[in-house]
């Protein structure tokens, strides 16, 4: 995947602009659809940049700098990620989080 990204950057003209990586979390229980969205303002980084690490869930981690950081995704160690999810308020997990408490029976 992360080939694939070296062809996004190949054509692809650097804009300084604020980009959104989002986050959605579905639950669904066979009767029901529920969404969770969560949104992350940040800037698009001029080459992909970073490591592997156990919290990647996608390869745009190597190109997304959240806001308030200077380096991507890919490139935070432990204590970026706690910083990064105490500036984070709502993510879509703790949206899912709450709304099940207040909506699921427990069997």
């Known amino acids: ?8 950057y190949k054509d692809m003209i650097y804009l300084p602009i604020t980009y959104y990586l989002y986050s959605i979390l579905a639950y669904y229980d066979g009767e029901r659809m529920e969404y969770f969205e969560s949104e992350s303002p940040g800037y698009i980084a001029e080459s ?13 981690w190597y190109i997304f700098i959240p ?5 991507t995704l890919a490139q935070f160690n432990e204590m970026d990620f706690e910083k990064y999810a105490n500036l984070k308020k709502d993510s879509s997990l703790d ?3 709450q709304w099940y408490l207040t909506n699921i029976t427990p069997i």
């Open 95 to 97: 949206k899912f989080g």
């Open 1 to 8: 995947m992360r080939k694939n990204l070296s062809l996004f």
């Open 48 to 60: 992909i940049q970073g490591q592997d690490n156990k919290e990647k869930w996608s390869d745009l």
């Open 67 to 71: 806001k308030q950081f200077n380096k």
